[in-house]
């Protein structure tokens, strides 16, 4: 297991660009099944899930190559309509092959995704979906077992808003006999550019980027090339990574109408941004303002950026109140933060953080993906030393971090880290 070593205090100066999105290339991936044939998909970034995703199309029994950040995948020969509780509980967006797989064979064994490192991750929405479309679904030994026939066009009320939920189901109902509504469908660009995705191959989705996708079933879809979208968590990540320790970076291959959100609450605390459709340029220098917020489905504030928000108001100039209404529960960075010397109280799902002057390095660890940015941005900012372990968290979402930010002048290094039996992973 690799440790990233990290000495603070270094503000950040040049230009980095941003790599592919991981929530984007993830359902593209999967939507390749539904089009046999020879896939193209640019801006695909190295990380640990896409290989995993890819990992689980080879088992499904399609070919995938990714050379440089060209991935090409050949779904003809798909047949193995599966995907193994040993992938699914590493990658919980494995569950996004149920939908292709019904869709294109009309029958799929796909494990239960488990927990994660913050709790329960439930697929209901996903399930419920697909009954409306005609699936039949049992539960067998952990497996979500799913036949159908035919699937026919339906009208899918959505409680909550969930990105995979509309993935899965969009990915379903295409290829589906008549007409299909989905109500408060998910917003994310990621969603918005699968619908693209899935319309260039031929799919008729209409409302893409509203709460309401009305798609009309095809009888086949083409394999086609698309270029995947920037990755906005990655984004915006790096500018908070700047603001926390100041200097003067441009973020380029970006998408800037994707960060908006992000890009107010970084203004409102206090620091300059020029905002250009495909670069951001940040100037940072002193103490955030302290800014409240509230995670929420796009375009509000994303629950994927709530630890490295958590981050940067830790060395605030003030207290702020910090909610995810999302996942209720996702915290676990709180009490390593406070290690690094973060005065952080959690009110239920509200973190109350009470800016400090001064962050101190130490050692801390890595429970999850995005836990891991925020622990990498403090150590950018702490005085001293801090050593961070378990960073194959990190790599499953962060395109050569430590690179990116080497380049940049941060002093953080990857290192060998003696194995170690510790707690329950994630
Ligand atoms: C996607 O997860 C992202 N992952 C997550 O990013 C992100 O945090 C999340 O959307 C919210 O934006 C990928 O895209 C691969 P949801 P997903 O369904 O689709 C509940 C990262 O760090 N829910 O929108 O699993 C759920 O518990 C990852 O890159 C149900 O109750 O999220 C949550 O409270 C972490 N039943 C809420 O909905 C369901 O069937 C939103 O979840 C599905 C979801």
Redesign the pocket.
């Known amino acids: 297991m690799d440790k990233f070593v990290i000495h603070g205090g270094k503000p950040l100066y040049g230009k980095i660009k941003v790599s592919g999105a991981?929530?984007a290339s993830?359902p593209l991936m999967a939507a390749a099944i539904l089009a046999p044939g020879i896939h193209r998909i640019r801006n695909v970034p190295h990380l640990r899930d896409v290989h995993t995703m890819a990992h689980l199309l080879r088992i499904i029994g399609a070919r995938v190559d990714l050379a440089g950040n060209l991935m090409t995948l050949d779904t003809s020969d798909c047949s193995f309509c599966e995907a193994p509780y040993e992938l699914v509980k590493t990658m919980?967006?494995s569950v996004y092959v149920l939908g292709p797989l019904l869709a294109r064979f009309g029958r799929a064994r796909v494990s239960l995704p488990g927990g994660c490192a913050w709790g329960p991750?439930?697929?209901?929405?996903?399930l419920k979906g697909m009954e409306r479309l005609g699936a039949k679904i049992e539960l067998q030994g952990g497996y979500i077992v799913a036949e159908a026939r035919e699937l026919h066009g339906a009208r899918i009320v959505f409680p909550?808003?969930?990105?995979?939920?509309t993935g899965n189901v969009l990915m379903a109902a295409v290829l589906a006999r008549g007409t299909t509504v989905i109500e408060n469908a998910?917003r994310?660009p990621?969603i918005v550019y699968l619908g693209e995705y899935l319309n260039a191959m031929g799919a008729r989705i209409q409302g893409l980027g509203t709460d309401v996708l009305q798609i009309e079933g095809v009888d086949y879809l083409h394999p086609v090339e698309f270029v995947n979208i920037p990755d906005r968590?990655e984004a915006g990540t790096f500018l908070c990574a700047v603001a926390l320790a100041g200097g003067d970076v441009t973020l380029e291959n970006l998408r800037s109408d994707h960060l908006g959100a992000v890009l107010d609450a970084l203004e409102l605390a206090g620091f300059t941004l020029e905002v250009q459709p495909e670069s951001v340029r940040i100037q940072a220098e002193g103490r955030a303002r302290p800014v409240d917020l509230r995670t929420a489905p796009y375009p509000g504030f994303?629950?994927?950026m709530q630890a490295q928000w958590i981050a940067l108001m830790a060395r605030a100039n003030g207290s702020s109140a910090i909610t995810d209404t999302?996942?209720t529960d996702r915290f676990t960075h709180v009490a390593e933060l406070m290690r690094l010397g973060a005065d952080i109280r959690l009110e239920g799902n509200t973190a109350v953080v009470r800016g400090v002057k001064e962050l101190k390095g130490a050692p801390v660890m890595s429970t999850d993906?995005?836990a891991s940015a925020s622990l990498i941005l403090a150590g950018l900012a702490a005085e001293g030393r801090t050593d961070l372990t378990r960073v194959y968290h990190i790599d499953r979402?962060y395109e050569r971090v430590e690179e990116k930010l080497r380049s940049l002048g941060a002093d953080i290094v990857r290192e060998d880290e003696p194995m170690q039996f510790d707690a329950k992973d994630e």
């Open positions: 991981k929530n993830l919980r967006a991750r439930p697929v209901d929405l996903h909550i808003s969930s990105v995979g939920a998910a994310e990621e968590i994303p629950t994927d999302i996942y993906l995005r979402g």
